[in-house]
């Protein structure tokens, strides 16, 4: 069985944080996927989630990371993975670079210029192999791109991003690129009540057939009371 939980941070007064991520996610362009404000959960939470592209970068695998240290509200994350294929390794057992994904690597820029304000920018690069004779059936090396920013002012979170993925697939019915728009808006009530609304719209294009575009929308509620809480979500997805 696989890791439930598998993760080291050393963090350094200069030399910033080192992380070792095998099985917990969150690093690199992975900790970006939807960073919308919500209540709840994301617009997406729940049984809505299939079949929704997430640009990931090296997150889902066994990965190594080097954050830097913040300069004037700055940080960069490099985060590295020796086999790029959303997996990590069994419990005593050992990864590759077999089959068509290989090594990839991450680069996110994360700004906090001043309070309330978090802005970021990220590319990933994942190198692949050719697994078909054909050169229609070749593969490209896999790009992915994400870049967005919440803004806070009191009780009110606005937050909006754009990502980009191209899957280096160029077979006749492979998905050429996806690219993603999301959008969320939070509001505390008060200490024990809040509310939000996000929308996460994401457009498959392909080469000779038609696109298709998969957007979801989700109003929620949160209420906490002592030690219970209330959450209600109501979700459309089209």
């Not at 994360?110 to 190198?127: E, F, H, M, R, Y």
């Not at 009540?193 to 109003?219: C, F, M, P, Q, W």
Request: charged residues 15%; proline residues 3%; glycine residues 14%.
């Amino acid at each position: 069985a696989a890791y439930s939980v598998g993760s080291i941070s050393l963090a350094t007064p200069s030399l910033g944080t080192f992380g070792i991520s095998h099985a917990s996610g969150g690093q690199g362009l992975g900790g970006y996927d939807d960073k919308m404000p919500t209540a709840w959960e994301e617009t997406w939470g729940g049984s809505l989630g299939t079949s929704v592209n997430m640009v990931k970068g090296v997150g889902s695998s066994m990965n190594i990371q080097w954050a830097s240290p913040s300069f004037a509200g700055s940080t960069i994350k490099i985060a590295y993975a020796p086999r790029n294929d959303g997996t990590a390794p069994n419990d005593k057992a050992t990864g590759g670079t077999s089959g068509a994904n290989a090594d990839g690597v991450d680069l996110v820029l994360d700004l906090a210029p001043i309070d309330g304000v978090n802005i970021w920018i990220g590319g990933s690069k994942t190198n692949t192999r050719s697994q078909k004779p054909s050169a229609l059936e070749d593969r490209d090396d896999r790009h992915e791109a994400n870049v967005g920013g919440i803004f806070t002012f009191g009780p009110l979170s606005l937050g909006a991003a754009k990502t980009y993925e191209n899957t280096g697939e160029q077979s006749a019915t492979s998905v050429d690129y996806y690219v993603t728009t999301m959008f969320g808006v939070a509001f505390n009530v008060n200490d024990d009540l809040s509310v939000s609304y996000g929308v996460h719209k994401s457009e498959a294009v392909r080469t000779g057939i038609a696109n298709t575009d998969l957007e979801t929308k989700s109003v929620q509620l949160a209420y906490s009371l002592g030690g219970a809480s209330i959450k209600v979500a109501e979700s459309d997805r089209s």
